[in-house]
C-alpha cells in the first residue's frame, strides 16, 4: 500500500479556516486520496476523496497538488465540532472492494 | 446514504469467556466487509476482510482462531473474540462497501468497546 504523511497534530480556532497537509510522495497513477475522520469514541466518518482535479463538497474541499505527490484537505470555517483525527489515505481503483489502511492521522484541536 | 449498524456499542466480559459484535448494513448489501482495532491513542488496524460466502482473510499477526469472523448474508457479519484476555481489551469497528460505492466511501459502524476482566 502506498503511503501517506501527516503531522500527528494541529490546532486552530473556531470559525477559521484549517489547512491540513498530507504527502504521498510514492503515490501510483490509480490511486485516489481519500479523506477520513475520526470523532472520539466513535467509527471514522468519509470526507472527501480525489484523483487528481480539486474537489469540493459541503464538508471540505481537496486540494491536490500538481504532481499529486501531496494534497491538502481545507476545512474553510472550523467548528468545534470539526475537532478528530483526520486520516489521508491512498487507495486505487478498484476491480474489487479494496481495504484502506490507516495511518497515524493528524489529530485536529479546535480553540473557541 | 449508506448505514452500518454495530452492536453491542459496549462489553464487559470475563476472562475465558468470548463475545461476538455484529455488524449490519442497514439499506445496502455489502459484499465485503472489513474489521478493525483500535488500541487507546493508536490507529485503526486492519484485522480481517470478510467477504459473503467465503472464508475471512486475515491480515498478518492476528490469529484467525481467536477472532471468527462470519459473513453468512449480505447484511450481517460478525466477529467473534473467543478465550478473551485483558489483553484484547479494545476499540473493534467494521467496515462495509459495495464495490460500486467503493469510490464513493466506505461505511464505518460506530465502534464496540470491548473490555475484557
Known amino acids: 500500500d502506498a503511503k501517506t504523511t501527516q503531522p500527528n497534530s494541529m490546532e486552530s480556532n473556531e470559525e477559521e479556516p484549517v489547512h491540513l497537509p498530507c504527502n504521498h510522495s510514492?503515490?501510483?497513477?490509480?490511486?485516489?486520496i481519500h479523506w477520513y475522520r475520526q470523532l472520539p469514541s466513535q467509527g471514522p466518518e468519509y470526507v472527501i476523496h480525489g484523483l487528481t482535479s480539486n474537489v469540493n463538497n459541503r464538508m471540505a474541499s481537496l486540494a491536490i497538488a500538481e504532481d499529486r505527490k501531496s494534497s491538502t484537505l481545507i476545512l474553510h470555517r472550523a467548528t468545534l465540532r470539526d475537532a478528530a483525527v483526520y486520516y489521508c489515505i491512498l487507495s486505487s481503483v478498484p476491480a474489487e472492494v479494496q481495504k484502506l489502511v490507516f495511518g497515524q492521522g493528524t489529530r485536529l484541536t479546535i480553540n473557541p | 446514504g449508506a448505514v452500518v449498524s454495530q452492536h453491542p456499542s459496549w462489553v464487559i466480559c470475563k476472562s475465558g469467556t468470548s463475545v461476538k459484535i455484529e455488524c449490519r448494513s442497514l439499506?445496502?448489501?455489502?459484499?465485503?466487509m472489513f474489521w478493525y482495532r483500535q488500541f487507546p491513542k493508536q490507529s485503526l488496524m486492519l484485522m480481517a476482510t470478510s467477504n459473503e460466502g467465503s472464508k475471512a482473510t486475515y491480515e498478518q499477526g492476528v490469529e484467525k482462531d481467536k477472532f471468527l469472523i462470519n459473513h453468512a448474508s449480505l447484511t450481517l457479519s460478525t466477529l467473534t473474540v473467543t478465550s478473551a484476555h485483558p489483553e484484547d481489551s479494545s476499540f473493534y469497528i467494521c467496515?462495509?462497501?459495495?464495490?460500486?460505492?467503493?469510490?464513493?466511501?466506505?461505511?464505518f459502524g460506530s465502534g464496540t468497546r470491548l473490555t475484557v476482566v
Open positions: 510514492t503515490i501510483s497513477g490509480t490511486d485516489y
Open positions: 439499506d445496502f448489501q455489502a459484499t465485503t
Open positions: 467496515s462495509a462497501s459495495l464495490t460500486e460505492q467503493t469510490l464513493y466511501g466506505y461505511t
